[in-house]
């Protein structure tokens, strides 16, 4: 199994990206998929996750209104799409997938069976 996560980069306060999370080796529609982030020196936390066909989507409050989270089961591949991104988004940004899911455990990286290797985004203020 492999999660190939792209699209980070450098960005002005304000401004936007979408990470993308490219899976292989699994079946893609049969898993949840979430979004994870690690500042230096802090602790890994949940960004949002989405169901395994997209019908339920989670939030952490620090990003809901601004991140979108999707999914394209024809792709194998989910999205975060970061708008109004500010300098305390700045982290390493990681996706995960896991075969169930429920409102509370989504939001604990224990539980996610295989984990890509992360991409940088950099907001600038």
């Known amino acids: 199994v492999q999660l190939q996560a792209s699209g980070g980069g450098l960005v002005q306060a304000g401004g936007s990206l979408k990470l993308s999370c490219a899976a292989s080796g699994l079946t893609f529609s049969d898993y949840y998929m979430g979004w994870f982030r690690q500042a230096p020196g802090k602790e890994r936390k949940f960004v949002a996750a989405i169901s395994s066909l997209g019908g339920n989507t989670y939030y952490a409050d620090s990003v809901k209104g601004r991140f979108t989270i999707s999914r394209d089961n024809a792709k194998n591949t989910a999205y975060l799409q970061m708008n109004s991104l500010k300098p305390e988004d700045t982290a390493v940004y990681y996706c995960?997938?896991?075969?169930?899911?429920?409102?509370?455990?989504?939001?604990?990286?224990?539980?996610?069976?295989?984990w890509g290797q992360g991409t940088q985004v950099t907001v600038s203020s």
């Open positions: 995960a997938a896991r075969r169930t899911g429920a409102a509370w455990s989504v939001r604990r990286d224990e539980g996610y069976n295989y």
